[in-house]
């Protein structure tokens, strides 16, 4: 079975700093995604980032950006010139073909970004 | 993208009594799952609804308790039965349209209180 494994439970940045959430996970599959999702404070969780693992060029979405580690099974999640909007709780999750369709989530992770 | 609607976004209900989540997709979807979030912590898989058929359930979750159809492939209702004060938490949505590739994209929630 996977894992997905976020070490961090809070983190805090200053605004406009830059700041990596970490994730690592556990698989023996070779074909599979993997997804940063946002859930900002009482609001719908959003797809923040995704991750095809056959590609070797990390993804990226304007301030987002990942370091996919492959053969160290990492996913971690940089946001640079963090905002005040990007306070939320981070998920971090993997989906594979063998687990009936369902994705593996991390704990989360909850980032404060200060004035 | 996929849109997902949830209806009630909110309810406050009694003890012993039972409520009826609607979840609607704005296009056909082969996956479709109900989760169970605390505010702050990470989420937990109850079912996937299968459509056409029993939805396929976690351990600890039983089908008396949370009742689940899916009469097509846009729409699922998730029942909880019975309620209790334990059952108070936030209920999601969410779908992706195949079993593998796609993005997994969550609904609104609906927040649930049983006195």
């Known amino acids: 079975a996977q894992t997905v494994t976020q070490s961090q439970p809070e983190m805090s940045v200053q605004e406009a700093e830059t700041v990596t959430l970490s994730c690592t996970y556990d698989?023996?599959?070779?074909?599979?995604?993997l997804f940063w999702y946002k859930q900002p404070p009482s609001r719908q969780m959003i797809l923040v980032i995704r991750?095809?693992?056959?590609?070797?060029q990390n993804a990226t979405e304007n301030r987002f950006s990942v370091n996919f580690q492959k053969a160290a099974k990492s996913f971690s999640l940089k946001i640079s010139d963090s905002q005040l909007g990007d306070t939320a709780m981070y998920f971090c999750a993997f989906r594979g073909g063998t687990n009936a369709g369902k994705s593996t989530f991390g704990d989360g992770t909850t980032l404060t970004v200060k004035p | 993208s996929a849109v997902i609607s949830q209806k009630p976004s909110r309810d406050i209900c009694q003890r012993g009594t039972s409520l009826t989540i609607q979840c609607q997709v704005d296009?056909?979807?082969?996956?479709m799952f109900w989760y169970r979030q605390q505010p702050g912590q990470s989420l937990t898989l109850i079912a996937t609804a299968n459509q056409g058929s029993e939805a396929t359930y976690e351990s600890g979750f039983v089908i008396d308790k949370f009742p689940i159809s899916r009469p097509n492939l846009t729409f699922s209702t998730l029942t909880v039965s019975n309620m209790s004060p334990e059952d108070s938490s936030i209920y999601l949505c969410s779908v992706a349209r195949d079993r593998l590739t796609d993005t997994q994209y969550f609904g609104p929630g609906t927040r649930l209180t049983v006195l």
């Open positions: 991750q095809e693992a056959y590609k070797q």
């Open positions: 698989t023996s599959e070779s074909n599979y995604y």
């Open positions: 296009s056909q979807v082969t996956m």
